[in-house]
């Protein structure tokens, strides 16, 4: 159960990290022109 909710927690974060990043560079790109 444990391994089952720390998987789910991993992608959960790489989700959101991924999102972050994107946003991070469209708000570069946003400054920047």
Do not use: F, H
Not at 19 to 30: C, G, Q, S, V
């Amino acid at each position: 159960m444990k391994d089952k909710i720390r998987k789910a927690d991993e992608k959960t974060i790489d989700y959101i990290g991924d999102n972050l990043l994107e946003i991070t560079i469209e708000d570069l790109k946003e400054l920047l022109k």
